[in-house]
Nanobody, 120 residues
Framework: QVQLVESGGGSVQAGGSLRLSCAASGSILSIRTMGWYRQAPGKQRELVAT???????NYADSVKGRFTISRDNAKNTLYLQMSSLKPEDTAVYYC??????????????WGQGTQVTVSS
């Protein structure tokens, strides 16, 4: 089994910063693409940013220049540094990962989510 556990969410004023972390654990051989998604109340879950195993990154237009995704492969941990936060960034942020397990199958996993609230 594989678990993704997010941390680092919280409440911040507009213009502030937060850093999210996502630690993967369990029967892991390697982790391929990892990403952050978010879901605001009444809206569909949307992609925020992804990072490949070779650290190639992709960002939603709404967060480009403000958010930075990174990963530590040795620690199986994903990060999202969020700066210049806006009220519209308020959402539950989810970690996602494609994990090659010790059974040699690749499965897609989601974390439980962490709340980010930005006040104006």
């Amino acid at each position: 089994q594989v678990q993704l556990v997010e941390s680092g969410g919280g409440s911040v004023q507009a213009g502030g910063s937060l850093r999210l972390s996502c630690a993967a654990s369990g029967s892991i051989l390697s982790i391929r693409t990892m990403g952050w998604y978010r879901q605001a109340p009444g809206k569909q879950r949307e992609l925020v940013a992804t990072i490949s195993s070779s650290r190639s990154t992709n960002y939603a237009d709404s967060v480009k220049g403000r958010f930075t995704i990174s990963r530590d492969n040795a620690k199986n941990t994903l990060y999202l540094q969020m700066s210049s936060l806006k009220p519209e960034d308020t959402a539950v942020y989810y970690c996602n990962a494609d994990v090659l397990s010790t059974s040699y199958f690749t499965y897609n996993h989601w974390g439980q989510g962490t709340q980010v609230t930005v006040s104006s």
